[in-house]
């Protein structure tokens, strides 16, 4: 999803710094979803297929009104429906819109082994430049939203762009253009917080006292969050993770072990030369063969 | 000097020697593919197999196709590299044996005590490169197994990796190191004198009429 990008804070399994010289002068950019707002439409989905141009196959009724029934390389986002049954007996029905949540600290990047395929905007989005990347899948198995999707057809991996194509020209993502109810708002991410914040008073005064905002620190904040009517209990909104953050394992794959085991196998080899130069080969010399001929002509 | 050149000693059959160097081959066009991918460093070996997707692509299938070579080259040589009381003594003077004083060990069979335990290593890393690039091996499998798995996987690739390519920098050097042996693997044939300082147990079973593979 490339445009001329003089704003990359981050690129993937890059060593050297990208061209950065366009900051966001005017702040973050988050897209904010309010979860208690949303009627589960879904114009979002139709919007995103709209602008993005996308159509996912047509499949069939899986028992749920989530339709598709997940994430793929054709649908970048996805209402999940969950009921909850509260302590007073009452049914919730509880949607959330699925998709990449942008993380300040993205997984996929991290896990990412091909020069360019993830990068990470000033502004804060995360985008996948497709075609740098080599469909390893590595961003599926590092992002702990469980977010990217490889294609079958072309092996390369995709999800949300935040409308990064749209953003970079001062519209808003095709999403938060549709939604009838303003369940889906964008700004700076600032501004989304502020706007959160009003939200979740006025839920709290309706009786929601754990209304909260999903901005999960574990992955340093993300550039999409929600308003939950039970911030404390993420895992009713379809297993939304309570703290999200890329697992130690991915760490333990990218962090300094990598850079340490290359220098491992570089010492290896060095030990070698300095043997052969300091110590040197082990040779036979006449004396050996000699020695065994005489055994040789004993045994026969 | 002498017109009596004596008889070289055969010590790999040439079905062994093929089976050894496609596992050879196979193994630097792996360690190769995977460094591509292991660090940014080294991305640019990619270019050796067609770029990036190119890598990913046929790294697996040349992993699969390694493991089945080296499968058969295992087990050709697995019973001699049985650890036996001698060889633990022989390890404990490893001194001796990087300082080039062999007389000063116990004798050895058709593999010494570090050949043996590099062979224990090799066996180990290729399985478990082998169970867990089944894990991450994306196009196929991976979806089949847990995240939590396929994280687990990758970490043991990538240590599994590096350990094995130690093992095999080590496995070269000895080679190179210890004059006359690489000759075992091309030609099949070592130097009487060869098996004899390196190898006594060993010659000594070849003049009885072992010794063979
Ligand atoms: C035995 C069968 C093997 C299989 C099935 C296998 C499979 C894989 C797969 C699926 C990947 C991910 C990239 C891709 O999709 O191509 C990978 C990465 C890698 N492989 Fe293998 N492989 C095998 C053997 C080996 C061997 C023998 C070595 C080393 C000499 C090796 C070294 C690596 C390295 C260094 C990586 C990159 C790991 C990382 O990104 O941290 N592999 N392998
Ligand atoms: S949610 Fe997943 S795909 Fe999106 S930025 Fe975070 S790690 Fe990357």
Redesign the interface.
């Known amino acids: 999803m490339a445009l001329q990008s003089l704003d990359i804070v981050r690129r993937s399994?890059?060593?050297t710094p990208s061209p950065q010289a366009r900051e966001a002068h005017a702040g973050e950019v988050a897209k904010l979803i309010d979860v208690t707002k949303c009627i589960g439409c879904k114009a979002c989905q139709v919007a995103c297929m709209e602008w993005n141009d996308l159509r996912d196959e047509i499949g069939s009724c899986t028992g749920h009104y989530d339709n598709p029934a997940d994430l793929s390389e054709h649908s970048w986002t996805l209402m999940r429906f969950s009921e909850h049954e509260t302590a007073a007996g009452d049914l919730e029905w509880l949607i959330r819109k699925d998709g990449c949540m942008h993380c300040a600290d993205p997984g996929c990047l991290k896990a990412c082994?091909?020069?360019g395929a993830i990068v990470q905007y000033a502004n804060g989005i995360v985008d996948f430049h497709e075609e740098?990347c080599?469909?390893?899948?590595?961003c599926?198995?590092g992002c702990p939203f469980?977010v990217p999707r490889?294609s079958k057809r072309d092996?390369k991996a995709y999800k949300c762009t935040l409308c990064s194509d749209r953003v970079a020209v001062g519209l808003e993502p095709a999403c938060v253009k549709t939604c009838p109810t303003g369940a889906i708002v964008f700004g700076t991410k600032d501004d989304m917080k502020q706007h959160a914040a009003e939200r979740i008073e006025d839920l709290k005064s309706r009786g929601f006292e754990h209304a909260g905002l999903y901005d999960p620190a574990g992955v340093g904040g993300t550039h999409v969050m929600y308003v939950l009517h039970h911030a404390d209990q993420p895992q009713l909104y379809a297993n939304l993770p309570a703290e999200p953050k890329i697992?130690a394992?991915?760490g333990?794959?990218k962090g300094m072990?990598?850079?340490l085991?290359?220098l491992?196998?570089a010492a290896?080899?060095f030990a070698?030369f300095l043997?052969?130069i300091g110590?040197?080969?082990?040779?036979?010399?006449e004396d050996?063969?000699?020695?065994?001929?005489r055994?040789?002509e004993e045994?026969r | 000097m002498s017109a009596r050149k004596p008889p070289e000693i055969v010590r790999y059959r040439t079905s062994t020697r093929i089976n050894h160097w496609i596992v050879a081959i196979s193994f630097v066009l792996l360690a190769l593919s995977g460094l591509a991918l292991f660090h940014p460093s080294l991305f640019w070996l990619g270019n050796l197999f067609g770029g990036g997707t190119w890598t990913r692509i046929l790294h697996p299938f040349i992993g699969v196709f390694m493991a089945v070579a080296f499968a058969l080259l295992a087990f050709a040589v697995g019973g001699a590299n049985r650890m036996e009381r001698r060889d633990w003594q022989w390890l404990r003077g490893w001194r001796d044996v990087v300082g080039n004083h062999e007389q000063d060990l116990p004798e050895v069979g058709r593999y010494n005590a570090g050949q043996k335990l590099l062979y224990f290593l090799i066996v180990l890393c290729l399985l478990a490169l082998l169970l867990s690039g089944i894990v991450i091996w994306r196009a196929y499998f991976s979806l089949l197994f847990p995240i939590g798995l396929v994280r687990l996987a990758a970490v043991v690739h990538a240590v599994a990796a590096t350990v094995l390519i130690c093992a095999i920098v080590v496995h070269v050097y000895a080679a190179i190191w210890v004059k006359g042996s690489v000759r075992a693997m091309t030609r099949g044939t070592v130097s009487p004198g060869w098996a004899w300082k390196h190898h006594h147990a060993w010659f000594r079973d070849v003049l009885r009429g072992g010794g063979r593979e």
């Open positions: 399994a890059t060593t082994p091909a020069p740098n080599i469909g390893c899948g590595y599926v198995t469980n490889i092996h697992s394992m991915v333990l794959w072990s990598k850079p085991a290359l491992a196998i290896t080899a070698g043997h052969y110590i040197g080969p082990n040779e036979v010399d050996d063969e000699a020695a065994a001929r055994e040789m045994t």
